[in-house]
């Protein structure tokens, strides 16, 4: 009867639902610069979805078109991680893409949503992004020696996390096969400073000229007293091995 767009709640677009323009004195098909709103809008079923390692999406709607800034910190109502502007424009529904977030964190969010007058409504929340992602990025192989033997072969292992960057103190469980000299073939040693994990072979001779070839188990601990314990199953991880991300897989080398 009032000749308003079934489809569109804001038919004329000003920002004001076709109902609140006509309670506020305003003409829901004309456009209005302002009308005296004082109610601040309605956060609704604020929350994070599609969450992962780094990453979240801020979900929320609003009672009246409004536009939305997202807010992310360590603690409630803070923004120490991130602060993040909805696009452009009011609108009721709003799906807020948030990235570069630190991995197995709990955060809190805010949601700030503005309407046409400036009325502010605010609500919060908090998530909690999943465990970091390692993977081997690269494995490097060498053998020394003088002529006749013993010989030494060494690996070097990067373990990267998901971001690209380095993880320090990780242990890295390998395995070597060939001929060498019967020692043991399963060893581990922790990742330095540079992501970096070396595993040497101690000092021995082949019976004839060989391959060796190492190849990492996992990344992580057996142990449950280690920081690094790769769990059992039901337990709540503090890091995955990533593998099927790893850049490289095994190496081999001749000796002599």
Not at 108 to 118: I, K, L, Y
């Amino acid at each position: 009867m009032a000749g308003t767009d079934p489809a569109r709640p804001d038919s004329d677009g000003d920002g004001y639902l076709d109902g609140a323009e006509a309670a506020l004195g305003g003409n829901p098909l004309l456009a209005d610069a302002a009308l005296p709103d004082a109610t601040p809008p309605v956060v609704l079923q604020p929350r994070a979805l599609e969450t992962f390692v780094d990453s979240t999406t801020i979900s929320f709607s609003t009672d009246e078109p409004a536009t939305a800034l997202v807010e992310i910190g360590t603690t409630p109502g803070g923004a120490q991680v991130a602060t993040i502007a909805g696009p452009a424009g009011l609108r009721r529904v709003h799906d807020i893409a948030v990235l570069g977030l630190p991995a197995g964190a709990t955060l809190f969010f805010r949601v700030t949503a503005t309407d046409r007058n400036g009325n502010v409504g605010t609500a919060l929340g908090s998530f909690h992004t999943l465990p970091p992602f390692f993977h081997v990025e690269s494995i490097e192989l060498s053998q020394s020696g003088a002529p006749g033997g013993p010989y030494t072969v060494e690996a070097r292992v990067l373990v990267l996390d998901q971001r690209g960057e380095p993880v320090v103190g990780v242990p890295v469980r390998g395995f070597w096969a060939g001929d060498i000299g019967g020692q043991p073939w399963e060893f581990a040693a922790p990742t330095d400073a540079t992501g970096w994990a070396t595993l040497a072979l101690q000092p021995f001779t082949p019976a004839a000229p060989t391959i060796v070839a190492f190849s990492p188990a996992y990344v992580g601990s057996p142990f449950p007293n280690d920081p690094w314990f790769v769990g059992f199953g039901a337990q709540s991880p503090t890091f995955f091995y990533d593998e099927p991300s790893n850049a490289a897989h095994f190496a081999t080398v001749a000796v002599p």
